[in-house]
């Protein structure tokens, strides 16, 4: 079944509004803002538009701490338009620039980082598995200098599969779209076989080498997919209006892993907000501005998970969303 609305829960936990952590207390540190600005950088898997959301989330939550920006910190941010190979760059660039802490949204950034510097802070926000990815040592002790939250988005990967047959019960053949290589599709790769066989769906995952999207879904009606999957992914965000549009002229229902994809006409989303992990990440910011070790606090990760269905586009589709999934729906975009 869907998981229930505001039911899921990872952890057993709960601190602040809508996440856990094994022994992180929430509270602010008991010092000041520094005198002076702490210098802030954010390096981005997406473009800087794409970003922008993030970063205000991020912003809004430091404000609620009290901080203000040009009095208390100032950031300086750095993106790499979706396009992995170039994280590196802009990484030794803000480890140079000698900046206060890293602010990071994917695996990837935080490994490119992590090799550049293991001094400055990192608080990563990530939907893979920190442990896995080899991030840090442990979920409660992580270590080093990496630290913030993740959303273990593979996790929710069946959630999303069971979305899929729930709402459209006579789909048998599932498309999912995920780029080339990458450690997430790999996590996926292995489970897929259980997940399909549990839910009675044949799954056939299509890699992006090259970003051929037009090749991807000729190759997905060939197959007469019945619906899509994509895989949380920044270069696949980057490019989420390309993916819902081709989506929406192959007529194919779909669910995605980032609510960017619902925000520009997806049709359903499940996961995390990405908005309120930004925000609660300025918590680790403010600890660790005022002096405590990323060593020493916990990876945090959300306890509600939200499903956002686009009603507007299942129109547009001919689509008809079964009223049992509208309520439990957090959000029916009209």
Do not use: C
């Amino acid at each position: 079944m869907v998981p229930g609305r505001a039911r899921h829960v990872i952890t057993r936990r709960r601190l602040l509004a809508g996440f856990t952590v094994g022994v992180l207390v929430a509270r602010g540190g008991a010092h000041a803002q520094p005198t002076k600005p702490a210098r802030i950088g954010r390096l981005s898997p997406l473009s800087a538009e794409a970003d922008g959301s993030n970063l205000a989330a991020f912003r809004e939550g430091l404000r609620e701490l009290g901080w203000l920006e040009g009095q208390h910190y100032t950031i300086e941010a750095r993106f790499a338009d979706g396009k992995g190979d170039r994280l590196p760059g802009p990484a030794a660039e803000l480890v140079q620039r000698r900046v206060d802490l890293i602010l990071i949204g994917s695996t990837p950034g935080t490994l490119a980082v992590k090799k550049a510097t293991a001094t400055i802070p990192i608080v990563m926000i990530t939907t893979g598995d920190p442990v896995a990815g080899g991030l840090v040592a442990s979920m409660r002790r992580p270590g080093g200098n990496v630290t913030g939250l993740t959303a273990l988005g593979q996790a929710l990967n069946v959630k999303r599969l069971e979305i899929l047959k729930e709402t459209f019960p006579a789909v048998t053949r599932v498309a999912v779209l995920a780029t080339s290589g990458s450690l997430y599709t790999r996590r996926f790769q292995a489970e897929r076989e259980d997940a399909a066989r549990a839910l009675g769906l044949q799954v056939r995952v299509h890699e992006l080498p090259d970003l051929a999207f037009d090749r991807a879904f000729a190759a997905i009606r060939a197959q007469r997919s019945e619906a899509l999957m994509v895989l949380p992914d920044a270069t696949l965000i980057t490019h989420r209006r390309q993916i819902v549009e081709l989506a929406a002229q192959g007529r194919l229902p779909a669910v995605y892993g980032e609510r960017e994809f619902v925000d520009v006409g997806g049709l359903m989303f499940y996961g995390a907000s990405l908005a309120d992990m930004y925000r609660h990440a300025a918590v680790y910011a403010d600890k660790i501005l005022k002096g405590a070790k990323p060593a020493d606090l916990p990876i945090e990760q959300p306890t509600k998970l939200e499903l956002v269905v686009n009603l507007k586009t299942a129109r547009t589709l001919g689509l008809t969303i079964p009223p049992a999934v509208l309520a439990r729906a957090d959000r029916v975009v009209e």
